[in-house]
């Protein structure tokens, strides 16, 4: 190594100081093994106390006096700690993406906010999930409020709330709480690890292909291998008692797991069948957790009170200090991906922390991103794979197409399909229940003029307002409202009125098709409501309703024992979204839906209907057919030279000049020329994004391609500052690497 002549070294990394480090000089000795990460101890202040630091940088020079530059007194001795690693992981984060290293420190260490850190004391619920819920609609029903609220967030939030929160932001009091107690719905205690864990299940056995995923994770273990594991299982293949069995694994050589989940709030089964299995040694981090109380979680995971992190991708950097696995579930949701500075891929980043601790990473998914899928078909990721329903007499749903074409030729006019409307009859005549499901994207209704055609959109968005009951118009990208007009903005006509099939129109159209039914819509606008959304799911649950009408929100959902038709009203209205994986998304999205058919054991139909039934995500899907579906999406990765097969940076620039934004995608556009001519990327743009005017900023990108993703980071530092000379003012540049 040649640029080891000075360190770069906070001291206090949890503080504010993160981006002021102090310049020390390396001694001889420890030229040739300081790295960034590497805990040193050096002299401070001027009482000259020794504090123990942590290199960040090496560099060759200092525009300091180099006389006055202190030198580091020598290795801090001890285990690696997790700052070490955290350190570590925030340089690669730093190269790997290109952001500041500022940024990326301040991503893997939350600074310690100014709030009073307690050891708070801890509700529990000691309610199954589903009662829980049964016994939030009951109180609610009795218009114990405060006794709903409670249950409700206990419910969203995996069982269990602090102290602090029941009080200040759900308004609960103590003599509710001590009522609850009694009733025994909660537990109350001091601090966070002196509850009891709830009672164990009923112990599963394992089928003979969750317990050979396991062995196979077990051998590794046994003789110190650290693998990388794709976990492809069908849905409800049981992925969840084969993590938890590796769990225990780890666990029991005294090393520590996280286990990241796409959302809290719609995976408590996940959450409460761990805290089932390991009771109080886990910590959990969701969205409802102040600073303070996320910063708790995290205090656990340091001081090793707990050893199990679950949460969203923000538990990947949970300060463990002997890391010994990472499991992602669900690993090709979208959540996974921040869209922040620095914009990482949650995947990537915890497959260089197992690296950097030795760890085992394991990712799951009935779907896998082609991503992983790649990496497991190239040997770098083991594939272990589920192929069969856990649940003893569980079979996949038989899935049926259906061509709206075909349908509108043969007279059909309705928005349900012969078959569906046939299906529909047969389940509410056997009482079981229905999920109708309608992807948000491009399918709520907007409203036009009947004269000239001209459809009312946003002032400061590039889209169509949309219409909501109670006659409102609404922005979904930045939220502006106003009332529907009664005369066309721009011609005066009288005629104008709402097209396309939103939910709210499907909720309207499934009424009168079937009067007979109750109907449920479960959408962002009816989840609107803090609780609204588990209300909704509870009752469906608890048979109150015979058809649910949803949005994504109830694909992700639950379990619905019940359900045995799932009508997949418009398959294909992410196909017309413009981005190289919307097929891959398309085909997760059928397949996560129809998963929701046939839970139980009675068997379950699903019918897709759809305007491009040939398309290969829409045939895959139906034939459940994951495989095919990756041998397809990877010739046309290919063809194309899409990621994973090239890798891409995407440059969003924005500004709110318009032109102004014109010229500096031009000059930044000519510069990454100048740039990829040496190295020889390929260049596309600039283009205006598909939503080009958003919240008032118009917004333009330009993508770059390469076989390597280190020249992708060379050519973004190469030009990032040429670009920020020149355009110093009233533009943001974004990137983002996949
Ligand atoms: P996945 O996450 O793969 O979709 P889950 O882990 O949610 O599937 O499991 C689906 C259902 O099967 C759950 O109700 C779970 O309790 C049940 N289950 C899992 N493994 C077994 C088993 N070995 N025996 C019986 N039931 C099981
Ligand atoms: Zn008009
Ligand atoms: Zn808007």
Redesign the pocket.
């Known amino acids: 190594m040649q640029n080891n002549k000075y360190a770069d070294v906070v001291i206090d990394i949890t503080n504010e100081n993160v981006d002021r480090p102090f310049t020390y000089a390396v001694p001889e000795s420890l030229r040739d093994s300081a790295r960034p990460g590497m805990p040193v101890l050096v002299p401070f202040g001027n009482g000259g106390r020794t504090k123990t630091g942590y290199i960040i940088a090496l560099k060759e020079e200092t525009e300091l006096d180099p006389a006055r530059v202190k030198e580091i007194l020598g290795p801090a001795g001890g285990a690696v700690t997790a700052e070490t690693t955290l350190i570590e992981l925030a340089v690669w984060m730093h190269e790997h993406y290109g952001c500041m290293l500022n940024q990326a420190l301040r991503t893997v260490m939350p600074v310690r906010n100014r709030v009073a850190v307690r050891k708070s004391r801890l509700i529990r619920s000691c309610l199954p999930e589903q009662e829980l819920r049964e016994f939030a609609a009951e109180m609610r029903r009795k218009h114990r409020a405060a006794m709903a609220r409670l249950a409700e967030a206990l419910a969203e939030s995996g069982g269990s709330l602090s102290y602090e929160e029941a009080g200040r932001r759900l308004s609960v009091g103590i003599t509710t709480l001590r009522s609850l107690e009694k009733q025994g719905v909660i537990t109350v205690a001091e601090g966070a690890g002196e509850t009891a864990p709830l009672p164990a299940r009923p112990g599963?056995?394992?089928?003979e292909e969750?317990a050979a995923a396991a062995e196979i994770f077990r051998a590794d273990l046994a003789v110190g291998k650290q693998g990388k594991y794709l976990l492809f299982?069908?849905?409800?293949?049981?992925?969840?008692?084969v993590y938890a069995e590796m769990i225990r694994e780890v666990l029991s050589r005294g090393r520590q797991v996280i286990l990241l989940i796409p959302e809290i709030s719609l995976t408590f089964?996940t959450v409460e069948r761990m805290r089932g299995f390991f009771g109080d040694r886990v910590a959990i981090l969701h969205s409802r957790l102040s600073d303070g109380e996320r910063f708790e979680q995290f205090r656990r995971a340091a001081d090793g009170s707990a050893d199990i992190m679950i949460g969203p991708r923000s538990a990947l950097f949970a300060p463990f200090s002997d890391l010994g696995l990472i499991i992602i579930d669900e690993e090709h949701d979208g959540a996974y991906r921040s869209d922040t500075v620095p914009c990482y891929e949650a995947r990537d980043v915890a497959e260089k922390r197992a690296e950097i601790c030795g760890a085992s990473l394991v990712l799951g998914s009935?779907t896998p991103s082609t991503a992983s899928f790649r990496k497991a078909a190239r040997g770098e990721f083991r594939l272990l794979t589920?192929t069969k329903?856990?649940?003893?007499g569980a079979v996949p749903a038989e899935v049926h197409v259906a061509d709206l074409r075909e349908e509108l030729k043969s007279g059909n006019r309705s928005v349900f399909s012969r078959i569906l409307q046939e299906k529909i009859r047969d389940r509410l005549a056997r009482k079981e229940q229905v999920i109708l499901f309608m992807n948000r994207r491009g399918y709520s209704s907007f409203v036009s003029c009947r004269s000239c055609g001209n459809a009312i959109r946003c002032p400061h968005c590039d889209v169509t307002l949309k219409l909501h009951t109670g006659g409102r118009l609404m922005c979904h990208y930045c939220g502006h409202t106003e009332a529907m007009p009664d005369k066309c903005p721009s011609c005066g006509s009288p005629y104008i009125a709402g097209f396309g099939t939103g939910t709210q129109k499907l909720e309207e159209l499934t009424r009168k098709m079937f009067p007979e039914a109750k109907v449920v819509r479960m959408d962002a606008d009816a989840a609107a409501g803090k609780n609204a959304a588990r209300d909704i799911l509870a009752e469906f649950a608890a048979g109150k309703a015979d058809i649910l009408i949803g949005t994504q929100m109830v694909v992700k959902g639950h379990?619905f024992p019940n359900v045995t038709l799932v009508g997949i009203m418009a398959a294909d209205t992410e196909l017309y979204v413009s981005r190289y994986d919307s097929a891959e998304r398309t085909f997760q999205l059928l397949t996560q839906a129809a998963?929701r058919a046939g839970r139980g054991k009675r068997p379950g139909d699903v019918v897709i209907q759809t305007y491009r039934p040939e398309h290969y995500a829409v045939q895959c899907a139906a034939a459940q057919d994951y495989r095919e579906f990756f041998r397809n999406e990877i010739a046309y990765r290919e063809t194309g030279s899409y990621p994973p097969v090239m890798h891409l940076l995407a440059i969003q620039l924005s500004s709110m000049d318009e032109e102004l934004l014109t010229r500096a995608a031009a000059g930044y556009a000519d510069l990454l020329d100048r740039e990829g001519q040496k190295l020889g990327t390929m260049q596309i743009g600039p283009v205006n994004a598909p939503v080009y005017k958003v919240h008032d900023y118009f917004r333009k990108w330009i993508y770059i391609k390469h076989l390597s993703y280190d020249i992708l980071v060379t050519v973004k530092n190469g030009t990032e500052t040429a670009f920020r000379e020149a355009f110093p003012r009233g533009v943001s540049a974004l990137y983002d690497f996949s």
């Open positions: 599963i056995v394992l089928t969750q299982g069908i849905t409800g293949s049981g992925k969840t008692e089964q009935a589920l329903r856990a649940v003893q379990d998963g």
